[in-house]
């Protein structure tokens, strides 16, 4: 892809750190942006400061939706469709991580599953939900991201976050 003006994004994980940097810079170029996240708050930041540097007319909206959920993102894909009046999205990037779930032995189920919920889970439900618009779309890109930490299964001796890299 050349150029974004005039495409559709969407992007998972918008309210904060890579998520909300990808809109930004999205929308600076006139690309059309669809974000998620589990905080209204941050998505409502992520919004003002990416329309800042925006052209007149770039679309950025946002909706609360847990990337774990494939109902949840479901309603956002729906969302998207209504908001942006269209058919088709050209960039899908399944960004939405979180990190808990270190050892497997000293902390819970619970911690590993909610990691890989997000960052597993989330990348399949978003591409799933999202491929039938990006097939629609005269050129579209699936964008799967992750922070360096997923290169490594510690953050240094006492810090392991192992679902994290697993997932």
Not at 11 to 36: P, S
Not at 57 to 76: I, S, Y
Not at 108 to 135: I, K, Q
């Amino acid at each position: 892809m050349k150029h974004f003006d005039g495409r559709i994004a969407v992007v998972t994980g918008g309210g904060t750190g890579m998520g909300r940097e990808l809109v930004r810079q999205l929308a600076a170029e006139g690309c059309h942006v669809a974000t998620c996240d589990v905080s209204a708050e941050s998505m409502a930041e992520t919004r003002a400061l990416a329309l800042e540097k925006a052209p007149a007319g770039t679309r950025v909206t946002a909706t609360v939706a847990d990337v774990a959920d494939e109902r949840q993102l479901e309603a956002f894909r729906d969302a998207v469709i209504r908001e942006h009046a269209t058919a088709h999205v050209n960039l899908v990037f399944n960004n939405a991580g979180i990190g808990a779930g270190g050892s497997f032995i000293r902390d819970t189920r619970a911690d590993w599953e909610r990691t890989f919920g997000v960052c597993w889970f989330g990348v399949y439900f978003g591409s799933r939900v999202f491929l039938p618009l990006l097939m629609k779309a005269s050129e579209g890109h699936l964008i799967n991201t992750s922070s360096v930490n997923g290169f490594w299964a510690t953050l240094g001796p006492q810090t392991s976050h192992t679902a994290y890299s697993a997932a």
